[in-house]
C-alpha cells in the first residue's frame, strides 16, 4: 500500500530554516513525481515545488523560488523540502504528494497527512 508521511515541521521564527521529509513506503519513490503543497487557513492548497520521476527536474512557484530547495533520496525513499529565509506567509500544513504522471499532473494520486509549519515572532 502507498503511503506517504511528512515530518519536520515546527515553529521558527521569521528568517529561520526548517527541512521537511517526505517518507514514501509501498513504493519507490523515483517513479514518481513528488510534489510538496500547503495551505494556510482560510486559502486554498497551492503546489510550490515539484520533482520530476522522469529525469530529477526540480519545480518552483515564484513565492518560494530561491529559498526552498526540493531534492530526494533514492536510498531512503525520501524527498525532502529544505526552506529557508523562512517568512510569516509561509505559515501553512504542507502536504507532500505522488504521482507516477508526473509533475505536470492536475491531480496527484497520494497524499500524506501534512506537517504544520508555523513562522512568527
Known amino acids: 500500500q502507498l503511503q506517504l508521511v511528512e515530518s519536520g515541521g515546527g515553529w521558527v521564527q521569521p528568517g529561520g530554516s526548517l527541512r521537511l521529509s517526505c517518507a514514501a513506503s509501498g513504493f519507490t519513490l523515483d517513479s514518481y513525481a513528488i510534489g510538496w503543497f500547503r495551505q494556510a487557513p482560510g486559502k486554498e492548497r497551492e503546489g510550490i515545488s515539484c520533482i520530476s520521476n522522469s529525469d530529477g527536474s526540480t519545480y518552483y512557484e515564484h513565492s518560494v523560488r530561491g529559498r526552498f530547495t526540493i531534492s530526494r533520496d533514492n536510498a531512503k525513499n525520501t524527498v525532502y523540502l529544505q526552506m529557508n529565509s523562512l517568512k510569516p506567509e509561509d505559515t501553512a500544513m504542507y502536504f507532500c504528494?505522488?504521482?507516477?504522471?508526473?509533475?505536470?499532473?492536475?491531480?496527484?494520486?497520494?497524499w500524506g497527512q501534512g506537517t504544520q509549519v508555523t513562522v512568527s515572532s
Open positions: 504528494a505522488a504521482d507516477p504522471g508526473g509533475c505536470s499532473t492536475r491531480y496527484f494520486r497520494s
